[in-house]
């Protein structure tokens, strides 16, 4: 339930990360820009304000997606949208690697937002409120923007980057699905906090967005039921997934190529029983990385991070 770049046009490529937007964020800053004209005297700063959060939100999931490679994950897509952006962060599937690569976004805010409060107190000391008001609240504005993304952000709410953060935590301790069953439960619990709140504000928006994440929260849910459910499978010895270090599973879960028979590519030597085609790649369902059946040996896991 999130935005690909279908329905987006490119923007641009930076660091190996292509930026979409999609076609509604230009409705919404239509709408947004119309609705604070009053805030200053001329409808330019508006412009500057609503591009000011779209650097922001960008900023944050460049975060993301940096931190991604940083700790050897693959992330080369970031979609901006209404509700905000979505970098396509594939990290290692370890603890660590996946905390880092979440908690990055954040701590982009977390700098930006005492820079931005700094410029507000100085230029407030400087008598800019009065001489150049437009400017001031300009920079009043991104305060506020910042500090409310990173708040917003942090709360312990799946998917939100605080319900993913109180995930990767829970990880170290209960393992992948479980501490995501935990986090998706309360992500629930704060879901209809944040309906709750909708209704008292009588916020079609808020709406809108506690929908969109409680949509989320649902899928991740049923994901970790799926990952329970994956952990019972008996687990063939003499194998492992060149990158998680998990042993694949004893079944027959894997599609052939051709014709799409599903058989245990590791009890036929990868031919297929139905029309003897032969796969060469087989996809962990731990992590989801397609390795060449030939990798799959026994070894020790990558060390954590």
């Not at 940096?66 to 509700?83: E, F, N, T, Y």
């Not at 954040?106 to 507000?120: D, I, K, Y």
């Not at 942090?154 to 953060?165: A, E, F, N, T, V």
């Given at each position: 339930m999130t935005p690909t770049k279908s329905g987006s046009f490119h923007l641009f490529r930076a660091f190996g990360i292509d930026v979409y937007l999609h076609w509604s964020w230009l409705v919404i800053a239509v709408y947004s820009i119309q609705a604070r004209a009053h805030e200053y005297s001329s409808l330019v700063w508006n412009v500057a304000e609503y591009?000011?959060?779209?650097?922001?939100?960008?900023?944050?999931?460049?975060?993301?997606?940096?931190?991604?490679?940083?700790?050897?994950?693959?992330?080369?897509?970031?979609?901006?949208?209404?509700?905000?952006?979505?970098?396509?962060?594939?990290?290692?599937?370890?603890?660590?690697?996946?905390?880092?690569?979440?908690?990055?976004?954040?701590?982009?805010?977390?700098?930006?937002?005492?820079?931005?409060?700094?410029?507000?107190?100085?230029?407030?000391?400087?008598?800019?409120?009065?001489?150049?008001?437009?400017?001031?609240?300009?920079?009043?504005?991104?305060?506020?923007?910042?500090?409310?993304?990173?708040?917003?952000?942090?709360?312990?709410?799946?998917?939100?980057?605080?319900?993913?953060?109180?995930?990767?935590?829970?990880?170290?301790?209960?393992?992948?699905?479980?501490?995501?069953?935990?986090?998706?439960?309360?992500?629930?619990?704060?879901?209809?906090?944040?309906?709750?709140?909708?209704?008292?504000t009588r916020s079609v928006w808020n709406g809108v967005m506690s929908a969109f994440i409680f949509m989320n929260c649902w899928q991740g849910f049923k994901y970790a039921r799926g990952l329970l459910r994956l952990e019972r499978i008996p687990r063939r010895s003499g194998y492992a997934c060149p990158a998680c270090g998990k042993p694949p599973v004893a079944g027959a879960i894997w599609p052939c190529p051709s014709c799409g028979t599903p058989n245990d590519i590791f009890a036929t030597n990868g031919v297929c029983p139905q029309c003897q085609v032969i796969a060469d790649v087989a996809g962990c369902p731990d992590c989801g990385t397609a390795s060449p059946v030939s990798l799959w040996r026994k070894r020790p896991p990558p060390p954590p991070r």
């Open positions: 591009l000011g959060l779209f650097v922001t939100v960008l900023l944050h999931e460049f975060g993301h997606s940096l931190a991604c490679r940083q700790v050897g994950g693959k992330s080369d897509q970031i979609v901006l949208w209404p509700l905000g952006g979505v970098a396509y962060a594939n990290p290692p599937p370890r603890p660590g690697a996946t905390l880092w690569t979440i908690a990055a976004g954040p701590l982009v805010n977390m700098v930006l937002f005492p820079l931005f409060f700094a410029l507000t107190l100085l230029t407030g000391q400087l008598g800019w409120e009065g001489t150049h008001p437009d400017f001031y609240r300009f920079l009043e504005t991104l305060t506020w923007i910042n500090g409310i993304l990173l708040v917003f952000n942090l709360l312990p709410i799946y998917p939100l980057d605080g319900g993913q953060i109180l995930q990767s935590l829970l990880w170290f301790v209960f393992g992948r699905a479980r501490s995501l069953l935990v986090a998706t439960v309360i992500g629930f619990v704060g879901v209809a906090g944040l309906f709750g709140w909708a209704i008292y």
